[in-house]
């Protein structure tokens, strides 16, 4: 984006804002993370800034098996226990080989007991129910920093007590 002339870095001490040519004269610092090219080690920023914004980025959750994963917090839907990775397999609530779609409201993550107990049956043939009802999610993976990737410098632009101020309900 930078490269481009989208986007500006900011130089969190400074706030000073640079175009790709300048921010790409500035040496790189022991201690901070680089992007090495073929001729020279460029600066990973920490912030940027948006010249132009044509619209709000798309909220879509891609459908993939991590985040798959995540939705259904590494448990099985069908007994409720929570298992490694390697204990659990995506199941169809609907059959394939009934018609059933691989989409987010028909996938759910099945320990392999379970997932062999309802076979290639329908929910109410196999007498099984769903802990939660599958639903596509609305979170974004974007936008999701751990706390602990979290820069202190990121705290000049927005502080973290931004985020946790009560805001009052309208009626």
Known sequence: MVYRGVAKVIQPETFQTHDFASWSDLAARRDEPV????RFDLRVPEVI????????????????????????????????RKQPTSELSIDHVVPRSRGGKTTWENCVLACIPCNVTKG?????????????????????????????????SWEKFVSEQYWNVALDEEE
């Not at 992007?35 to 073929?38: A, H, P």
């Not at 798309?58 to 409720?80: E, I």
């Not at 129910?129 to 999610?137: A, E, F, S, W």
């Open 35 to 38: 992007i090495r090219t073929v």
């Open 120 to 152: 290639h049956r329908t929910l109410e043939a196999s007498g099984m129910y769903l802990v939660t009802k599958p639903r596509k999610p609305d979170w974004s993976p974007c936008l999701t920093v751990t706390v602990q990737r979290r820069r202190a």
């Open 49 to 80: 800034l948006l010249l132009r914004n044509d619209r709000m980025p798309v909220r879509s959750v891609p459908f993939s098996r991590r985040n798959l994963y995540r939705r259904d917090g590494y448990c099985c839907q069908y007994c409720g």
